[in-house]
């Protein structure tokens, strides 16, 4: 995983010199970590649904954007800072996150979250790896009888699972089902588990002009059917918009 180059004092200065040059650039902050949200491929450039998405919003919103790298644990306290002006990052929409931030328009509905194991366990009273920070981390800390452990990135929460340090792990399906098909010690079981809202992009609270940019450009797709068409390419098990 990439991780940011420039100071936090360098980008908040690029941020302000860019805004009092009028140019409309907009810099994207993503994990590029978590398949198929986004990722980085074989050339080394961020990729997967959020940069298909990303890129359009931006083509609709008339912004110039970049796209940043940044670790899970500090993509929120980052995006305040000013490392960059926007996150898309499979983010879902959380009461707690709107005290710190703000969020655009939905751009998909939750995927459904599983669990992934070595074999078939008792969840409610294993010992259950997570990402740090995310929602998944939050349910399992809230169920008795179960053990969290938390990582800073997802695929460390796999490696605890084959290592044996873990019973299983929960993160989103879409993220889990390449391991199962791919390795044939690791299977998805028990049913789905349904939590958090939907996913957007998430902004600093003062950034309103951006959000409703953001949001506008969201909508648009939702109308003319470009996002459904995204969200069935890249997150099959995800439901579409109506």
Request: hydrophobic letters at 45%.
């Amino acid at each position: 995983m990439k991780n940011l180059i420039l100071t936090t004092t360098a980008f908040t200065l690029l941020g302000a010199m860019a805004m009092a040059d009028g140019h409309s650039v907009v810099r994207l902050g993503t994990e590029g970590a978590y398949p198929p949200y986004n990722f980085i491929n074989d050339a080394g450039e961020v990729d997967g649904f959020e940069r298909e998405v990303g890129d359009e919003i931006c083509v609709r919103a008339e912004l110039t954007c970049e796209w940043v790298t940044n670790e899970w644990d500090s993509i929120i306290p980052n995006l305040v800072s000013g490392n960059y002006d926007a996150i898309i990052a499979g983010m879902s929409v959380t009461e707690e996150r709107m005290e710190v931030i703000d969020f655009s328009e939905q751009y998909t509905m939750p995927d459904p979250s599983a669990y992934l194991a070595m074999g078939e366990i008792d969840v409610n009273t294993a010992v259950i790896a997570a990402q740090a920070s995310t929602i998944q981390a939050g349910y399992v800390a809230s169920l008795e009888g179960a053990t969290l452990l938390e990582f800073a990135s997802p695929d460390e929460t796999i490696a605890a699972v084959k290592n044996g340090e873990a019973d299983a792990v929960l993160a989103d399906k879409g993220f889990l089902e390449p391991f199962a098909e791919a390795e044939a010690d690791l299977s998805i079981i028990g049913d789905d588990v349904a939590i958090g809202g939907g996913i957007g992009m998430g902004v600093r609270k003062s950034d309103t002009e951006l959000r409703d940019k953001l949001s506008a450009a969201i909508v648009s797709m939702k109308d003319d059917g470009t996002l459904n068409e995204l969200i069935v390419k890249w997150l099959p098990g995800s439901l579409p918009f109506e």
